[in-house]
């Protein structure tokens, strides 16, 4: 498995900094609004008392760029 800084540099070679710094700060929003419209729903308040641990959004955001850069290689 890849560390943050190696998908990122490989997002970077993709699409370049700028763009790279865009995308993956827009999926970071996405993953943050997901986790918590998560939480507002009525049977998941038992579940996440289940879970101890905290997911790592940013490795969930730049995962998913990485994976769609991957996609368009050819």
């Known amino acids: 498995m890849d560390t943050k800084k190696q998908l990122m540099q490989k997002i970077v070679s993709c699409v370049g900094k700028s763009e790279a710094v865009k995308l993956v700060s827009d999926a970071h929003n996405a993953e943050i609004v997901a986790n918590r419209l ?4 009525p049977a998941a308040t038992r579940h996440i008392k289940l879970t101890g641990t905290v997911p790592d959004l940013l490795l969930r955001a730049i995962e998913r760029v990485a994976t769609v850069c991957a996609l368009t290689d050819v």
């Open 38 to 41: 998560g939480r507002l729903e």
